[in-house]
Nanobody
Framework: EVTLVESGGGSVSAGGSLRLSCVVS????????MAWFRQVPGEKREPVAT???????TIADSVQGRCTVSQDNDKKTLFLDIHNLMPEETDKYYC???????????????????????WGRGTQVTVSS
């Protein structure tokens, strides 16, 4: 069974930073692709960052220059560091793992999120002005 557990969310003031973590277990670490998404209830889930088995990462335009995605050495934890947070980025942040590699690549601009079949419960980030 694949499980993903996010942590690290919380309340910060505008301009603050957070490091989100996602502990992964049971995942097949071959040709893998993982991503961070964020979502406000009632709105579309937005991709924030991706990372694949070649350690290639992509970052969404909305957080470019303020965000990095990384992994620990044993590949069991995925991190998202996000800086200079803005109030409009108050969202629930989710970690996701792909069941199969997206056809057009492991990237935030992929045209289909169907491959992302494993999800954590999310961690809430609240940014106050």
């Amino acid at each position: 069974e694949v499980t993903l557990v996010e942590s690290g969310g919380g309340s910060v003031s505008a301009g603050g930073s957070l490091r989100l973590s996602c502990v992964v277990s049971g995942y097949r670490w071959q040709s893998w692709c993982m991503a961070w998404f964020r979502q406000v209830p009632g709105e579309k889930r937005e991709p924030v960052a991706t990372m694949n088995d070649n350690e290639m990462t992509t970052i969404a335009d909305s957080v470019q220059g303020r965000c990095t995605v990384s992994q620990d050495n044993d590949k069991k934890t995925l991190f998202l560091d996000i800086h200079n947070l803005m109030p409009e980025e108050t969202d629930k942040y989710y970690c996701s793992a792909a069941r199969w590699p997206p056809r057009d690549g492991c990237r935030t601009t992929t045209t289909s999120y169907m491959p992302f079949g494993y999800w954590g419960r999310g961690t809430q980030v609240t940014v106050s002005s």
